[in-house]
């Protein structure tokens, strides 16, 4: 079992930008396959938002398709989420995933 950690998360205005990194520990092999990044915001379900497999093929949520990009460093054992145009909305405590592990999360708070 993978462990992952997440970081990048903070409060940022409206419009703004950030860039959250999941970093994933054990062999390098524990990179390969599928990853993905999920949100979950106060009193809601938590949610898909993109997967990227490991030939680098991505796929997106309506709700973040055009403004979040998700991408690999396999060599660094990091997966990136680039979230741009964030809105109040986007408020969630964001999360990676990969083989049913979960990170602790981190915190993405958009306000002005």
């Known amino acids: 079992q993978v462990q992952l950690a997440e970081s990048g998360g903070g409060l940022v205005q409206p419009g703004g930008s950030l860039r959250l990194t999941c970093t994933i520990s054990g062999s390098i092999f524990s990179i390969v396959g599928d990853m993905a990044w999920y949100r979950q915001a106060p009193g809601k379900q938590r949610e898909l938002l993109a997967i990227?497999?490991?030939?680098?093929?991505?796929t997106y949520t309506d709700s973040v398709k055009g403004r979040f990009t998700i991408s690999r460093d396999n060599a660094k054992k990091t997966v990136y989420l680039q979230m741009n145009g964030l809105k109040p909305e986007d408020t969630a405590v964001y999360y990676c995933?990969?083989?049913?592990?979960w990170g602790q999360g981190t915190q993405v708070t958009v306000s002005s």
């Open positions: 995933n990969k083989d049913g592990s």
């Open positions: 990227i497999t490991s030939g680098g093929r991505t």
